[in-house]
């Protein structure tokens, strides 16, 4: 393989994400694909100050948060995401832009405003959006991971979530209704992928 490919996991909070981008890294290793799985907020210093902001959001203005997560995200290209490219591998990113265009979108700032401050940053390839409901979400958050919601994951706000990231109108989006099993999630993805890479011409092994 010489080229490398750009997919990233988006969706409100509880969809899945982080089971399913595995479950795809394993699936397409096994095709032969050199993969590199990462994630944001990174664990980079950047990423830590938004870790350390999730149990009290109202310590810094919608704006700081956002010029955090850009910070972050900058770091995140040109150290992860542009040299694993570059050396050809699949890249799988539990997050990426439209979060921030979805989550600082919906704290006040103008999504298209920060769509257009990430020039610097590599246009995915495909991105998986998994759905669901902030009602299934938010139950899933609660009944399954036993979690409580922090600051970020307010049903209200993930609602305005949500109808952000149903409007983008982005050609690679791919939307993927995430309410179900996990190996029916798992198997559309699959498709969804199979289809990228017959499209962009690209064979693993
Ligand atoms: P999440 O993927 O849930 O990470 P973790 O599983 O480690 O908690 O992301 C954490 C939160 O950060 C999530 O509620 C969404 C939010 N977020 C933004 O608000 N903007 C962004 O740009 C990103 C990447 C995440």
Known sequence: ??????????????????????????????????????????????GQQIRALYQNRNQVSPEQELDLFLLDRRQHV????????????????????????AYQGAAGCDPATIFARHDFAPEPDLVLLLTQTPVESVARIRDLRGEK???????????KVAALFASF???????IHAARPVAEVHSSIREAILQLLVTKGVRCS
């Open 1 to 46: 393989m010489n080229t490398g490919l750009l997919i990233a996991f988006e969706g409100i909070d509880g969809t899945g994400k982080s089971t399913q981008l595995p479950l795809l890294a394993a699936y397409l290793r096994r095709q032969g694909c050199v993969v590199v799985e990462t994630r944001e907020p990174t664990s980079g210093p950047y």
């Open 169 to 175: 109108p982005h050609g690679c989006i791919v939307r």
């Open 78 to 101: 040109a150290e992860c995401i542009l040299p694993a490219l570059a050396q050809g591998a699949i890249v799988l990113t539990d997050r990426y832009y439209f979060s921030t265009a």
């Open 149 to 159: 919601l922090n600051d970020f994951e307010q049903q209200e706000q993930l609602e």
